[in-house]
């Protein structure tokens, strides 16, 4: 979510992502997902079919971010192609706006590829090449009858039509009616709580701060002048913003990304409401004290000295050279519109609709897809409902069913809902039951496949493989991500199974490691999301780097240019646009095809662009960091088949509503589904018991105290050895020694700077300034170190801010420079800095946890919660620094209601660090230790 809540959530997924940036040079394959009913007539008559699939926008809604800049590209070469032939563009009537009752399925048709049948019914449509002469399509939940994903396919004879279904309504004859509204009711409302508590938190911070210091906290740009860009984002308008005059100026340290939502304002408007004017009435008509933003847009790109902005309409006087702007970091509500999109699914039953779903098309539609066939003669034409909804049902609304009233589920070996969906693969289901033997190791046959995995972790897979829903705790990030990576590899290279399969997770990180894990692996995946949070080095996997390799990109090229020549409004050029989109149509149906696993986070997973796939097999990374209804949108897509992996001991779901926290919205699905009071509570389960991140100077506190001594090592060898290069000591002055001479791997800095409250949040600008000095300190030591080995975490936001502003001092990284050589001069730029709940998930060579607090109360906050300790202490793998006030943690108290006792586990920390003497004492302590 924005940074309107009060922390950073760092990696995890900004709301209003836009992502596949000019997705191709030119038009697209507007039949694979454009186009609707009439759009052969539209070509002919010379109309732009792009435009006017973009009239069927509905309010001042944005389109699905993943999508807009694609829309934006065909829209934008297309003005190109016919520039001067139809500058009047035909509007069609979109539906009546659904009623309040079933605003789902409003929200679940918006802003798909939209077009009207004869009887103006809402219909979408894909194609792409996987049917064979026109025989019915196998059934998606038995992968044994589908062709390998890993098989190159030929496009020449087939093309199978996806069409979405309508939505199932809730009926008497639904067994799982009552839980449904019981469920639905219950997480709907609470994200609508977390909305309006996040709306209300950005409302309050324009009413309460004056502009010059949310410039300075990096809320604001402001004194910004605004030119409207030429290409439209999908309809939309887009603007440009920068400082006005020459010279390029560039803006200072912000918090505005690409996919922020942001406030567009005028620069004199006082959002502030000053005490003595809070009942004045004289606001600007645009906006004014308490009244919040004028406009709402995206951030769709951003540059150091310019930010482009998208808006759902046109704002007045915005280019007029005489107005300055001001933008604010907003709110988006995507993650609300795709909560309630997939839990207007949850009546849809997937295996009814894959048994029901294909037939052979229209000659009508049959002829309307030839119009833009690159070669149509003696193609066969079906159709296939796309999957929607999940088959988990009887699992997930278990604990919302009335007892008794649930029907148990008929036996019928043909309906996967009883077991996993690969328990017809004798081959498969032989090495799970061997690996899952109780009371031994796993037991190897002749044939079976190669898995240099410990004991834990070939269970793990074997319980992912042969159960439709499992649970796995996994600690550390190198232990579970192999064990993904390892279970998918068996999937596609051993038993090459080819239904698809998709692997997502909370963060963007996350999904990054996997999608370059399965890469190194063999795998071909498809990395697909908002290109400004994909790892840059994960190019050449994302949908732009396939199609750019595609052996017909010359051919593309080729016919861009021939297109382009032609004369406008030709019958040339007729043809020649046909021929284009039908390439790139065939490019996209090849690229799609080959694919084996595609990797999204949460949010991304159902963008428009991935209904060519249907997901019948889910890995779902990071479950513990989900709140519960993010946690139901990647399994909407036909998921029949799943795998959690988490760990419900570090931090819950970021929730920062009251309501919401206390109605459960802050409990994951997999903390739900885990615990033993559920009603899941049989479900299969089991632990990873080896950690592979940190050195075991620096592990040992949480194995004890967090998971009662059931994990062991995994970075030392037999003989003592460590591994992955944790050998390797740290030079500064900031640590101690043990016995030995050598440096302790977890060292405290104590001090006695006092914390101040900031903007509702807590800062201590002294402890920021210690933590600096010991950052430029590692970077001047270590030149093995880059700024990138390095994070600094803190628990608050107020801290992060000052935090930043020091390392970021332009002064400071100047005096810096002249002490670092060459390549490593911007080091300190590198330093990732970020909450501790931004943090989870995540790792560093070196870690440096500022704790912030330090008053005379004793007083902790919420960093009484064990989780976000242990989160705080299991992030570094070599070396851990800490820094705070002793006396404050070592007689932590508690919050009045707080059940983990986390300042516990503060008390038990500081008399460990103390008894190893692992602590610099501040200089009031130093001749006299407590």
Same mark, same amino acid.
């Given at each position: 979510?924005?940074? %309107?809540?009060?922390?950073?959530?760092?990696?995890?997924?900004?709301?209003?992502?836009?992502?596949?940036?000019?997705?191709?040079?030119?038009?697209?394959?507007?039949?694979?997902?454009?186009?609707?009913?009439?759009?052969?007539?539209?070509? /002919?008559?010379?109309?732009?079919?792009?435009?006017?699939?973009?009239?069927?926008?509905?309010?001042?809604?944005?389109?699905?971010?993943?999508?807009?800049?694609?829309?934006?590209?065909?829209?934008?070469?297309?003005?190109?192609?016919?520039?001067?032939?139809?500058?009047?563009?035909?509007?069609?009537?979109?539906?009546?706006?659904?009623?309040?009752?079933?605003? %789902?399925?409003?929200?679940?048709?918006?802003?798909?590829? /939209?077009?009207?049948?004869?009887?103006?019914?809402?219909?979408?449509?894909?194609?792409?090449?996987?049917?064979?002469?026109?025989?019915?399509?196998?059934?998606?939940?038995?992968?044994?009858?589908?062709?390998?994903?890993?098989?190159?396919?030929?496009?020449?004879?087939?093309?199978?039509?996806?069409?979405?279904?309508?939505?199932?309504?809730?009926?008497?004859?639904?067994?799982?009616?009552?839980?449904?509204?019981?469920?639905?009711?219950?997480?709907?409302?609470?994200?609508?709580?977390?909305?309006?508590?996040?709306?209300?938190?950005?409302?309050?911070?324009?009413?309460?701060?004056?502009?010059?210091?949310?410039?300075?906290?990096?809320?604001?740009?402001?004194?910004?002048?605004?030119?409207?860009?030429?290409?439209?984002?999908?309809?939309?308008?887009?603007?440009?913003?920068?400082?006005?005059?020459?010279?390029?100026?560039?803006?200072?340290?912000?918090?505005?990304?690409?996919?922020?939502?942001?406030?567009?304002?005028?620069?004199?408007?006082?959002?502030?409401?000053?005490?003595?004017?809070?009942? %004045?009435?004289?606001?600007?008509?645009?906006?004014?004290?308490?009244?919040?933003?004028?406009?709402?847009?995206?951030?769709?790109?951003?540059?150091?000295?310019?930010?482009?902005?998208?808006?759902?309409?046109?704002?007045?006087?915005?280019?007029?050279?005489?107005?300055?702007?001001?933008?604010?970091?907003?709110?988006?509500?995507?993650?609300?519109?795709?909560?309630? /999109?997939?839990?207007?699914?949850?009546?849809?039953?997937?295996?009814?609709?894959?048994?029901?779903?294909?037939?052979?098309?229209?000659?009508?539609?049959?002829?309307?897809?030839?119009?833009?066939?690159?070669?149509?003669?003696?193609?066969?034409?079906?159709?296939?409902?796309?999957?929607?909804?999940?088959?988990?049902?009887?699992?997930?609304?278990?604990?919302?069913?009335?007892?008794?009233?649930?029907?148990?589920?008929?036996?019928?070996?043909?309906?996967?809902?009883?077991?996993?969906?690969?328990?017809?693969?004798?081959?498969?289901?032989?090495?799970?039951?061997?690996?899952?033997?109780?009371?031994?190791?796993?037991?190897?046959?002749?044939?079976?496949?190669?898995?240099?995995?410990?004991?834990?972790?070939?269970?793990?897979?074997?319980?992912?493989?042969?159960?439709?829903?499992?649970?796995?705790?996994?600690?550390?990030?190198?232990?579970?991500?192999?064990?993904?990576?390892?279970?998918?590899?068996?999937l596609k290279s051993h038993w090459q199974v080819s239904v698809p399969i998709l692997v997502t997770g909370y963060t963007n990180t996350a999904v990054d490691n996997l999608a370059e894990g399965l890469t190194n692996r063999g795998l071909k995946v498809l990395r697909y999301g908002a290109k400004i949070r994909i790892r840059e080095s994960l190019w050449p996997i994302t949908l732009d780097g396939y199609i750019e390799r595609h052996p017909s990109q010359r051919?593309?090229?080729?016919?861009?240019?021939?297109?382009?020549?032609?004369?406008?409004?030709?019958?040339?050029?007729?043809?020649?646009?046909?021929?284009?989109?039908?390439?790139?149509?065939?490019?996209?149906?090849?690229?799609?095809?080959?694919?084996?696993?595609?990797?999204?986070?949460?949010?991304?997973?159902?963008?428009?662009?991935?209904?060519?796939?249907?997901?019948?097999?889910?890995?779902?990374?990071?479950?513990?960091?989900?709140?519960?209804?993010?946690?139901?949108?990647?399994?909407?897509?036909?998921?029949?088949?799943?795998?959690?992996?988490?760990?419900?001991?570090?931090?819950?779901?970021?929730?920062?509503?009251?309501?919401?926290?206390?109605?459960?919205?802050?409990?994951?699905?997999?903390?739900?589904?885990?615990?033993?009071?559920?009603?899941?509570?049989?479900?299969?389960?089991?632990?990873?018991?080896?950690?592979?991140?940190?050195?075991?100077?620096?592990?040992?506190?949480?194995?004890?105290?967090?998971?009662?001594?059931?994990?062991?090592?995994?970075?030392?060898?037999?003989?003592?050895?460590?591994?992955?290069?944790?050998?390797?000591?740290?030079?500064?002055?900031?640590?101690?020694?043990?016995?030995?001479?050598?440096?302790?791997?977890?060292?405290?800095?104590?001090?006695? /700077?006092?914390?101040?409250?900031?903007?509702?949040?807590?800062?201590?600008?002294?402890?920021?300034?210690?933590?600096?000095?010991?950052?430029?300190?590692?970077?001047?030591?270590?030149?093995?170190?880059?700024?990138?080995?390095?994070?600094?975490?803190?628990?608050?936001?107020?801290?992060?801010?000052?935090?930043?502003?020091?390392?970021?001092?332009?002064?400071?990284?100047?005096?810096?420079?002249?002490?670092?050589?060459?390549?490593?001069?911007?080091?300190?730029?590198?330093?990732?800095?970020?909450?501790?709940?931004?943090?989870?998930?995540?790792?560093?060579?070196?870690?440096?946890? %500022?704790?912030?607090?330090?008053?005379?109360?004793?007083?902790?906050?919420?960093?009484?919660?064990?989780?976000?300790?242990?989160?705080?202490?299991?992030?570094?793998?070599?070396?851990?620094?800490?820094?705070?006030?002793?006396?404050?943690?070592?007689?932590?108290?508690?919050?009045?209601?707080?059940?983990?006792?986390?300042?516990?586990?503060?008390?038990?920390?500081?008399?460990?660090?103390?008894?190893?003497?692992?602590?610099?004492?501040?200089?009031?302590?130093?001749?006299?230790?407590?």
């Amino acid at each position: 979510m924005p940074s %309107s809540k009060s922390f950073n959530a760092g990696d995890i997924e900004e709301p209003d992502d836009i992502a596949e940036l000019s997705r191709f040079d030119s038009s697209s394959d507007l039949d694979l997902f454009d186009l609707g009913s009439t759009e052969a007539q539209m070509m /002919e008559a010379g109309t732009s079919p792009v435009k006017d699939a973009l009239i069927h926008r509905a309010d001042d809604h944005f389109f699905e971010p993943q999508d807009i800049e694609y829309l934006a590209e065909l829209e934008h070469r297309m003005d190109e192609m016919n520039e001067g032939d139809h500058p009047n563009v035909k509007t069609r009537q979109v539906e009546p706006r659904f009623n309040a009752a079933s605003m %789902s399925q409003n929200l679940y048709q918006k802003f798909r590829s /939209e077009s009207f049948s004869k009887k103006g019914s809402l219909e979408m449509h894909y194609t792409y090449g996987l049917g064979r002469n026109g025989k019915s399509i196998p059934s998606r939940f038995d992968w044994r009858q589908r062709a390998t994903s890993r098989t190159r396919k030929q496009f020449g004879k087939d093309i199978v039509q996806r069409v979405m279904p309508a939505l199932a309504k809730s009926s008497k004859d639904n067994r799982w009616r009552d839980a449904i509204e019981v469920y639905s009711e219950k997480f709907l409302n609470l994200q609508r709580k977390e909305f309006e508590s996040e709306t209300q938190i950005a409302s309050n911070r324009l009413s309460s701060t004056p502009k010059w210091q949310l410039v300075q906290q990096g809320f604001c740009i402001a004194d910004v002048a605004g030119t409207w860009v030429k290409q439209t984002m999908g309809g939309f308008q887009t603007a440009s913003f920068a400082f006005p005059g020459k010279g390029n100026r560039r803006f200072v340290w912000n918090r505005l990304t690409t996919g922020s939502a942001v406030g567009l304002s005028p620069n004199d408007a006082d959002l502030f409401v000053h005490k003595e004017d809070a009942l %004045s009435s004289d606001a600007s008509e645009m906006s004014g004290p308490g009244q919040g933003p004028a406009f709402v847009g995206s951030i769709v790109k951003q540059e150091p000295g310019r930010l482009t902005v998208m808006f759902p309409r046109q704002v007045p006087g915005l280019d007029d050279p005489r107005n300055l702007w001001r933008l604010d970091l907003w709110v988006s509500d995507i993650v609300l519109r795709r909560t309630e /999109e997939a839990f207007a699914t949850l009546n849809s039953d997937p295996v009814m609709i894959d048994s029901q779903s294909t037939r052979m098309a229209a000659e009508q539609k049959r002829r309307e897809i030839e119009h833009y066939d690159e070669q149509p003669i003696n193609r066969s034409y079906t159709r296939e409902t796309i999957l929607s909804g999940t088959a988990l049902r009887d699992i997930l609304l278990k604990d919302f069913s009335q007892p008794g009233r649930a029907v148990p589920f008929r036996k019928d070996p043909s309906h996967p809902q009883r077991q996993g969906i690969f328990s017809k693969d004798m081959l498969i289901m032989s090495w799970c039951r061997r690996q899952l033997r109780p009371g031994g190791v796993p037991l190897e046959v002749e044939g079976d496949p190669n898995v240099r995995l410990n004991t834990s972790q070939r269970k793990a897979i074997a319980m992912m493989l042969s159960e439709r829903l499992s649970l796995i705790q996994g600690v550390s990030r190198k232990g579970k991500t192999r064990t993904i990576i390892e279970a998918l590899h068996l999937l596609k290279s051993h038993w090459q199974v080819s239904v698809p399969i998709l692997v997502t997770g909370y963060t963007n990180t996350a999904v990054d490691n996997l999608a370059e894990g399965l890469t190194n692996r063999g795998l071909k995946v498809l990395r697909y999301g908002a290109k400004i949070r994909i790892r840059e080095s994960l190019w050449p996997i994302t949908l732009d780097g396939y199609i750019e390799r595609h052996p017909s990109q010359r051919n593309l090229n080729s016919l861009k240019l021939k297109t382009f020549a032609a004369s406008p409004g030709s019958d040339e050029r007729t043809a020649l646009q046909k021929k284009l989109f039908g390439l790139e149509r065939h490019m996209m149906q090849e690229t799609a095809a080959g694919i084996d696993v595609v990797c999204a986070t949460c949010i991304s997973s159902v963008s428009r662009l991935l209904q060519i796939y249907d997901f019948p097999v889910v890995f779902l990374d990071e479950a513990s960091m989900a709140t519960e209804a993010t946690s139901i949108i990647p399994l909407t897509k036909g998921c029949a088949h799943l795998a959690m992996i988490g760990d419900h001991k570090q931090l819950p779901p970021v929730v920062i509503s009251p309501e919401a926290k206390n109605g459960g919205l802050s409990r994951s699905l997999f903390e739900r589904l885990i615990q033993p009071k559920s009603a899941n509570s049989l479900l299969p389960t089991i632990m990873l018991d080896t950690q592979y991140r940190m050195h075991p100077a620096i592990s040992a506190f949480p194995i004890e105290k967090f998971y009662n001594n059931s994990l062991s090592d995994g970075t030392v060898e037999n003989d003592g050895t460590l591994r992955f290069g944790l050998e390797k000591t740290l030079d500064t002055e900031f640590q101690t020694l043990d016995k030995t001479g050598a440096p302790h791997r977890m060292t405290f800095i104590d001090h006695d /700077e006092p914390e101040i409250p900031y903007m509702g949040s807590i800062q201590n600008q002294g402890e920021a300034n210690i933590v600096s000095s010991i950052v430029l300190d590692i970077l001047i030591n270590n030149p093995d170190l880059d700024g990138s080995d390095i994070g600094v975490i803190a628990p608050y936001a107020g801290q992060i801010g000052a935090l930043e502003r020091i390392l970021h001092d332009p002064e400071r990284l100047e005096h810096l420079s002249h002490l670092l050589d060459g390549d490593r001069m911007t080091a300190p730029l590198a330093v990732e800095i970020s909450t501790v709940d931004g943090f989870e998930g995540r790792e560093k060579k070196i870690i440096i946890f %500022s704790t912030t607090r330090s008053n005379p109360r004793h007083a902790i906050g919420f960093m009484d919660d064990w989780r976000r300790l242990n989160v705080a202490l299991t992030r570094a793998q070599r070396s851990l620094i800490v820094v705070g006030n002793y006396p404050t943690l070592s007689n932590a108290r508690g919050f009045h209601g707080n059940r983990t006792k986390g300042h516990l586990y503060w008390v038990d920390l500081m008399r460990a660090l103390k008894r190893k003497d692992a602590i610099l004492w501040s200089e009031r302590r130093r001749t006299t230790p407590p």
